[in-house]
């Protein structure tokens, strides 16, 4: 007499994760980049002055801008969620319909433009630091 094995005998259930998957950071990860960078300044500015300060204000500068460009990509993400779940709920067609409409909105085009620019930057500190 063979038994037969059901899929569910061999499967280990596991909770799913109840979370949303966000392209965007969240405000611990925002804390944490805010923090990574000021660390980064204060280990910069306190080295001996043997080494070369031309070389860390560029990299001081650097990090400030791209610590800006993605503070600017993380607003107007949020800003468009929020738009999105809570303050236009009601829009026809639900939160589905109202990104179907805002899409092309000039807050989405701004968090975009400036994502792209922070990542061609920091592929460009990459190449930079390679080639040296």
């Not at 899929?7 to 990860?29: A, H, K, N, S, W």
């Not at 709920?89 to 400036?114: D, I, M, V």
Request: net charge neutral; aromatic share 14%; with cysteine.
């Amino acid at each position: 007499m063979s038994e037969t094995l059901s899929v569910e005998f061999c499967m280990v259930r596991t909770p799913r994760d109840q979370g949303i998957i966000r392209p965007y950071l969240t405000q611990q990860e925002a804390g944490m980049e805010i923090f990574t960078f000021f660390a980064a300044v204060y280990c910069i500015s306190h080295r001996p002055s043997s080494h070369y300060r031309k070389t860390e204000k560029l990299y001081v500068v650097y990090g400030g801008i791209l610590l800006v460009l993605v503070t600017i990509e993380v607003i107007p993400e949020a800003l468009w969620c929020q738009y999105m779940w809570i303050d236009h709920r009601n829009y026809p067609g639900g939160p589905l319909g109202f990104y179907r409409a805002s899409q092309s909105a000039w807050y989405g085009a701004l968090g975009f433009a400036a994502d792209a620019t922070a990542n061609i930057l920091g592929d460009g500190l990459l190449v930079r630091s390679i080639s040296l």
